[in-house]
């Protein structure tokens, strides 16, 4: 019959390698079974209860204990399993050849004063702590430790934005600076593209798939996976962009994120826009609005992002300057879209395109039955109505041979206060119309004339779908509608793409301006030095990669006795 | 004051072009406000009232009374506008040149015994008739009408299928058959691109972006918008491609549709992955699986996929013999996909794609919340795990560096009979373990050796990230995994979609065969020669494109009367 001993240490710290090392080296001890060292945390308690290595003594271990716990195939050698902790424990061997430890951050950086960077890999519950400390001491923090709390990490960030310095993290698995990688991190060549990542894997993923497409990077700098999430709201992703935005050597930037929170994602896609670089984005899950706009690519997954950023890097794009539309021609209170069809498809694809702009788009034949008009003679805020849906064609001849509906409509919405943007499509070609534009371009002037009467600005915006070849002739119809001063287009997807960045420069909410000052471009491009504190083997990996490194012998704070700690911590607030 | 005047003009038929027609005399007679002439259905009555045009006569007309309304600025304007009514009516000229109407389609197609087609644009509730006629005859029908119920479009659609014979429609816009184009259509220069669009703007706006970027097709075979929705399951769709398929002109094949009933929508790209030939699809709204799959290559939107399209006829690619995974390898109740991640985004990714398969992906760190996992220690269904999350590694080393948990969890899969496919990722680098598949390779064989001694066959796949100047060395990595039975890839998209592709054959729904007799290629290759009942500009329009054409004086039965109408049928059955 198998047994199972216990053993509880409390108030001692390891870390976590030294956890790993023990419950390796017992489990391969004469008649044990298995094994388990590890915190006994809840979590970790739950873990060993599945695979059946638990007892009462176990059960009642808490969170700042270790737990040491075997299944041996009789009392003997689980007595004998467990005798020989001590020993084990002693005989974990350094690699890190470093003649002296110093104990505190201070003493390391004295030891090594030229270090940008400290690495973090304490656990959770010490590390804002330590990493509030590099702050002080001008640092730039790479925070692999997770179980943070998201209200520690709210407060680094704040200070290093003050300080014009970069927190990546919490949980920041890897960071490439310069040619050296951090915590987990591949060798990759040097390159011409930069990459930021709220998605530690994703940063492997991508640039070694650049790598293996032959090209290489800058920079890769993580931000950790709440970066973009509300609260934290892209705090170290604006700081990053901003700093390889000025990089001389980063010729294009490529942006990665775990699902992110869709408005901190919109925040930092209005940075990019700022940019005068091309910009790939891969935010996972988030709901594509083009395949391009502007400088920014949105790429479909990250192979496809790895592939974008090394083709603009081969072939850098002409960059037309971004339309700026001058918003301030709208008058107050003017901000919602009217669309008016002819073409099915081209409303659903319009429906499409522009909730990635906008959000909901109500519409008579939506995508989805939640966005159904109610009545589709009466638009609702942000609406697509086509004209040639079944209802309005019974004993009707379709809107792409008789504009009479369309015409009535487009004079309508335009009396609407609220309508900043109208869209219509024309189609041409065999059956269509014989001149669309001559009764289309005549209302559309009337239309713009009367909201200027009723001191407002219209834009209107016109898809037209034809041939030169069409008896309508696409060129004429197009400078028809130009010169009744409509926005034209042979392409649906861009005049969408127009109107929607319009209606979001209309709508955007006011910028809480987040003001940080730029990180020091020199501090990432000069020789990286580097102070670790926490795992012992990263210290090992700068070391391999030739980077001057100190590694601070950290204990916790009090023995990892968390009670003590905080009166300590009290303490000294009031000395 | 205004005055408002209606006349209603009960069982009599006429098109709706006539109905335009008499609407726009009217509203230019002198003193003539606004005027409104259509068939009194209750959504034009709406469209009536909300344009002040309406008296009660109005609201007292019937789906099938001729509605002519009138407001006037005075009593005696408005009575004398509704005096010339019939005059206006008469005024009405023919455009096509024809000697002898014939009053059938049966002498339509005596007249032109080599036509093909019949173009049907009839008021929706006599168009079904008509098309069923045409179906009898052996021609292939372009429906324009819509307002046709889908029961009908079944039952035709039946015929057509037994046939060999298509069915364009009900409200099918346009199509263009060896340059010829019906119903609304552009002037698209011949090439080498076939279309099939459940989508009527769709195809104009494909077929035109294409002709732009100077290439062009051979056939664009529309099918109705309803074509791919759930009852009617793609029927049209399914022998336009594989007629295109046989189509030694067409050397791809693009597809484009309004948002499609999902389930449809594979129905179709299952079929399309049989073809030899490179297929472009643009479904609108439906999630994306991948950039690239086989033969397969999906566009975020109709720019992009008349782009692609060009593309691909430019450069034919090599078309990769689809990975057909020996399915019948796994035993009876293995459908389920597991995944066991280190990297969090790398899951993530993987349950986005994955969810293209096989839709609904547990996961302890899901996308969406619902999808979450009960409990990260047990699997369900399909899940993926990310033993990287915090609540795994409070006090425990990650699983990059630690194997462990890992291994164990994948023999615990591998036993459970329900698993078919075992996803792992391995990571390398610096800061991650110094030989993961020294570790994990004989897991894996233990794990598929397991499984097949319990008589099932396991099928494990790992995306391998790393470059080949990482410590770890990932050729030396992927051969050792490969080694040990592992299918490996360093892109993890690739990875999913192997993956994807194994899961979705086996949970393939057991195919309703739909059984067609194949359109003769020849019907559409031939030069085109067509019969026209319903708008006459649809016959001037064939007539404009120099092809041979019979307008019908097609007149509904019972002058349009229904009642009388469904009597006639009836005893047109027992006679």
């Known amino acids: 019959m198998a047994v199972i001993k216990s053993e509880i240490r409390s108030g001692i710290y390891y870390d976590s390698a030294v956890l790993m090392q023990l419950q390796r080296s017992m489990s391969q001890l004469e008649g044990v079974q298995d094994a388990g060292v590890v915190m006994g945390t809840e979590e970790n308690k739950e873990i060993l209860a599945h695979i059946d290595l638990v007892n009462s003594e176990v059960n009642a271990a808490k969170p700042d204990d270790m737990v040491i716990v075997i299944r041996a195939e009789n009392e003997a050698a689980a007595l004998s399993a467990i005798e020989k902790v001590d020993e ?28 940008s960077w400290v690495l973090i890999s304490v656990a959770g519950r010490f590390a804002a702590g330590v990493a509030r400390k590099a702050l002080e001491l001008g640092k730039h923090v790479f925070l692999f430790s997770d179980n943070v709390s998201v209200e520690d990490e709210i407060s680094l960030k704040k200070t290093a934005a003050e300080k014009g310095l970069l927190v990546m993290g919490p949980d920041c698995g890897t960071a490439m600076i310069s040619g050296i990688g951090l915590g987990f991190a591949n060798k990759i060549r040097k390159g011409p593209i930069g990459v930021v990542a709220a998605a530690g894997t994703g940063l ?44 001389p050597e980063t010729k294009v930037i490529t942006l990665v994120s775990k699902p992110p929170a869709p408005q901190v994602a919109e925040k930092v896609i209005r940075k990019a826009r700022q940019i005068n670089k091309p910009v790939v984005i891969n935010f996972i899950a988030r709901k594509p609005t083009s395949r391009q706009e502007g400088n920014l690519w949105f790429a479909t997954g990250m192979d496809d992002a790895a592939a974008l950023s090394v083709q603009l890097a081969q072939n850098p794009p002409e960059l037309k300057s971004t339309n700026q539309f001058p918003v301030e021609k709208f008058a107050k209170g003017q901000r919602y879209f009217r669309g008016l069809f002819s073409g099915g498809t ?29 009545d589709s003679l009466k638009s609702e805020e942000n609406c697509i109505v086509d004209l ?80 030169d070849e069409d008896p309508q002739n696409l060129d004429s119809q197009v400078a028809q509608l130009r010169a009744a001063g409509a ?6 997807e861009e005049v969408v793409n127009y109107a929607g960045s319009i209606l979001r420069s209309i709508n955007q909410p006011a910028e809480e301006t987040f003001v940080f000052k730029p990180v020091d471009l020199e501090t990432l491009s000069r020789k990286l030095e580097a102070i670790n504190v926490g795992l012992e083997s990263f210290a090992e990996n700068l070391l391999a990669q030739e980077t001057p490194t100190v590694h601070v012998d950290w204990r916790p704070p009090a023995g990892g006795n968390e009670k003590l700690a905080n009166i300590l911590e009290r303490m000294k607030k009031f000395s």
Request: hydrophobic fraction near 40%; glycine fraction near 8%; charge should be negative.
């Open 88 to 115: 084990l424990l002693t005989r974990k061997r350094s690699n890190v050849d470093q003649d002296y430890r110093p104990k505190s951050l201070e003493g390391a950086a004295d030891m090594l004063p030229d270090a």
């Open 204 to 247: 492997q993923q991508v640039t070694t798939r650049i790598h293996q497409l032959g090209s290489g990077i800058t920079h890769g700098i993580g931000t950790g996976g709440r970066d973009l999430k509300d609260p934290v709201g892209a705090a170290t992703f604006l700081m990053a962009l901003d700093v390889l935005a000025r990089d």
């Open 346 to 374: 081209l409303a659903y694809e319009a429906q499409f395109l522009l909730e990635g702009y906008i959000g909901r788009v109500w519409a008579n034949a939506p995508i989805n039955k939640e966005n159904k008009l109610k």
């Open 388 to 467: 040639g849906e079944d209802e309005f064609t019974v004993g009707r001849l379709h809107p792409m041979m008789d504009n009479e509906m369309r015409i009535r409509r487009l004079l309508e919405e335009s009396r609407d206060p609220e309508v900043a943007v109208i869209m219509l499509d024309v189609v041409i070609g065999f059956g269509s119309h014989p001149d669309p534009a001559s009764e289309l371009a005549p209302a559309i002037v009337k239309a713009k004339q009367e909201a200027e009467n009723a001191g407002r600005y219209l834009e209107v915006v016109v898809v037209a779908t034809g041939t």
């Open 487 to 492: 926005w034209v287009s042979s392409s649906n």
